[in-house]
């Protein structure tokens, strides 16, 4: 059997053996929770910083991230065109659903690729929150491969985009960072950064 | 049925799906602005108390997610999409910040307001685009004092009335009006030599009062000067969100709007006060800047003229007595 299979099927198995378990899945794996999470963090992130070197190293996280959460977007749809996945409900047999049935391709998983992202861009100046989202990133991702909605190598596949994309944009797009400056400098002059 | 809006761009789900949450985003990002305001001291941005804002933050993002997944049962149906999650929730933001702003006006300009003494007489003067008052005691002013308010606050009038109350004339005006109230001011100490005069600024006002040209050109005498929290560099007025630790937003727009410049170095007798929890100029700051500075504990920016400590401090520069209807007890003479 395939490894990525046999290991969806590994993962799978936990699903419906346990009434918190599967509860603490479903509060993982819907569209609500963790992502809403993650746009509270950052918008109070923006605010956060008990010096204005601080603060502006926070808001530099909060940007790249939001700019890294575009490319990642991006990079999915473009994939998305290019190859389409069936989810693993669609084709597996013996798959215990504890989420509904997502119409779009199953590989890369597009909420991972977005907090991926997200959490890259705010680790790469506040260490602190940056790993407490990718903690909460792992969990949502093991969550989403539980839930029967995603193969591992989706959550990888989307882990990677996501990663790259605000890596690449931080270390090699170097307008960016006159961007990010700007739009600090103007958030200043309106009393907001 | 699904119900789209924006030429269809956006999707609102079934039944009250969007409108909720966005209500969920709304509360729990109020929440959050709130624990971040209290956790980092932004006073234009809290209802309440630094430790009671953290604490209603987290209630409210607790009870917003409690809220939302217990009223919408149908969260494991495809729902909102990613566009309208992202659209709906940074509006709902966009929307608690402005509610979070409007909390710290409303808290610092209603709730925290210092109670003022009105005078018991007031005049008003046109000073160039602005305006300035006479705040007059009953009977004859013992001292007269020019008094130059921070750009865009009203927080000095707090010591205006504690100076009236002890039979001190004041002319209150906004720092940027000064040389048209000095104008003003002079005219009126003309018209009584033998009185005593007086000034005393905060923030924009006091570097105002410690500038040289205040007492030459012509020459004025002046027996005291008291400068309240000066800003003394350029650098310390940048505009920022670092306003919002003093002021709520519109007060902080205004002050930093205004045209300033920094002032000279301290000529004459001035005395000047800092309040050891300023939230625009640091204690290091200030003491490189002013090593005679006093500082007062527990006093901030904008508050600092409202300190009972430097209320006393104002009226023994002054010659004023220290309790209301008590005759002075020594007229202010120059500092050397």
Redesign the interface.
């Known amino acids: 059997m395939n490894p990525d299979v046999a290991l969806f099927h590994w993962f799978n198995q936990f699903a419906g053996q346990s009434v918190w378990l599967d509860w603490l899945v ?2 993982l794996v ?4 963790v ?2 999470l993650f ?3 950052i ?2 992130l923006w ?4 010096s ?1 070197a601080v ?1 502006e190293a926070n808001q530099r996280g909060v940007l790249y991230a939001l700019l890294g959460l575009l490319l990642a ?1 991006l990079v999915v749809k473009v994939n998305w065109m290019l190859y389409f996945r069936p989810r693993p409900f669609a084709i597996e047999e013996e798959v215990k659903l ?3 049935r ?1 119409a779009v391709s199953s590989f890369p998983s ?2 991972v690729a ?1 907090l991926i992202a997200l959490a890259t861009g705010v680790w790469l100046y506040n260490r602190r929150v940056g790993w407490g989202l990718l903690a909460l990133t792992i969990a949502f991702a093991l969550a989403r491969v539980i839930a029967g909605v995603h193969y591992p190598s989706d959550v990888l596949g989307g882990a990677a985009i996501g990663f790259l994309a605000t890596g690449v944009l931080y270390r090699y797009v170097k307008i960016l960072d006159r961007l990010v400056a700007l739009v600090i400098h103007t ?7 | 049925m699904e119900n789209r809006i924006l030429f269809g761009l956006l999707m609102l789900g079934e039944g009250d799906l969007a409108r909720n949450y966005i209500l969920f985003c709304l509360v729990a990002s109020f929440g959050v602005l709130q624990f971040v305001a209290g956790r980092y001291g932004w006073r234009g941005m809290m209802l309440l108390s630094a430790h009671l804002s953290r604490q209603l933050g987290l209630a409210l993002m607790a009870l917003a997610y409690l809220w939302f997944f217990a009223i919408q049962p149908d969260l494991f149906i495809p729902g909102l999409a990613g566009g309208e999650l992202l659209t709906f929730s940074l509006l709902a933001f966009m929307l608690a910040f402005l509610l979070a702003l409007l909390a710290g006006f409303i808290s610092i300009r209603l709730l925290q307001r210092p109670r003022v003494r009105r005078p018991p007489k007031r005049e008003w003067v046109q000073v160039g685009k602005g305006r300035a008052e006479w705040w007059l005691p009953r009977g004859a002013p013992t001292i007269y004092v020019l008094a130059l308010r921070e750009i865009g606050t009203d927080t000095l009038d707090v010591l205006a009335g504690e100076l009236v109350a002890r039979s001190a004339a004041v002319l209150l005006c906004e720092s940027r009006w000064s040389d048209a109230a000095l104008a003003v001011f002079r005219e009126r100490c003309a018209q009584f030599p033998e009185t005593a005069r007086a000034a005393v600024g905060l923030g924009t006002g006091g570097d105002r009062v410690l500038a040289g040209d205040m007492v030459q050109n012509p020459p004025l005498s002046l027996c005291a000067r008291l400068a309240l929290a000066p800003y003394g560099a350029a650098v310390n007025r940048h505009r920022g969100l670092h306003w919002l630790r003093e002021t709520d937003y519109v007060s902080a727009w205004q002050a930093t709007r205004g045209k300033w410049s920094a002032s000279e170095a301290v000529s004459g007798n001035a005395l000047i006060v800092y309040g050891d929890e300023d939230g625009l100029i640091s204690v290091a700051e200030a003491r490189a800047r002013f090593p005679q500075a006093i500082f007062v504990a527990g006093a901030r920016h904008f508050d600092l003229a409202a300190h009972p400590p430097v209320q006393r401090l104002a009226c023994e520069l002054f010659g004023l007595p220290v309790a209301v209807g008590v005759a002075a007890h020594v007229p202010c003479k120059e500092r050397p």
């Open positions: 479903r509060a819907n569209d609500y929770a992502p809403t746009a509270f963090v918008g109070g605010f956060a910083g008990a204005q603060r977007n504890l989420f509904y997502p597009e909420p977005t958030g200043r002059q309106v009393n907001l950064a």
